[in-house]
């Protein structure tokens, strides 16, 4: 039986806009982040990492077909994601994967597809603009079709989408993967497996050191994220000592490997736990806050414990 109603406060929703970055001017301000670091760094085989420090991750797949991208960062960076990545190849970015709705990976959708090719596609699809293949689940499709009506340019909206669990290009001498974690973050994010490469980019799924945004107003669910961390876990192979292994690209930070994520999996089931034995208990979502479940966390992982115990309590209180 379902005791708890779950009525969202107006300021914790401001917060989860602004921090999934799909909403207004917090994200506007967000994807155009453009002083900005960009550096290059090799993780192994055929991708790299382009690290934007406050702009986010780019998984950068290089090789003769050309150049492969998981995730655009926001916009106005286009060139320069371009330039950087033209140190080490001069080949034309030919497919842009977004792992899901965000603004500050898919506002430089536009812009940086404008400076690529077509991949594989032999024509243009309906709607479709020249430049690189963008690609995701169609949920992220069908996220950013509604932001067309606040500005979000329908040039930037993938057309080659998915349904189905998983969609697979061989791409680079390479296998790719992108395999949908269904309400998770969102209700469409993808993770995206390069197997001869050993390297999984994961998006906002998991960013160290930072709480997880749960966006429990697009689908996204504690339990979901639970799932598609664990399902991260059981493609990652760790080497000796869990040192090195299957490298994880998240959406912003540093490089990691499998161990990071067991300890980032570790903290959400814990609280998630916690939370729900206090609601067992019969508190109400401010009681639940008070009681400050991420207390011996909130010295670790930046962001808001309050907003990231709210939407643990929101989706708890769905799958009820």
Known sequence: MNTHKYVKPEAALIALACLAGIAGIGAAAHAQETDVELNLLHVQGNVHMLNGGPAGNIAVQ?????????????????????EKIGELTSAPVRYIINTSADLHHTGGNVELSALGEFGSTPSLAPGEAAGATLVAH???MLSLFELESSGFPPEGVPRTVYFLPFKDIFFNDEP?????EPNAHSNGDSIVLFRKSDTIAVGDLFIPGRYPVIDVERGGSVQGLLRALNHVLDLAVPRHLQDGGTRIIPGSGRLCNEADVVEYRNMVAVVRDRVRDLMEKGMDLEQVQAARPTRDYDTEFDGSGEVFVESIYASLVQAQ
């Open 62 to 82: 290089i090789g003769s077909d050309g150049v492969m991208l998981v995730n655009a960062m926001g916009d106005g960076l286009a060139e320069r994601i371009v």
């Open 176 to 180: 790719v993967f992108i395999i949908h």
């Open 138 to 140: 169609e949920n992220v």
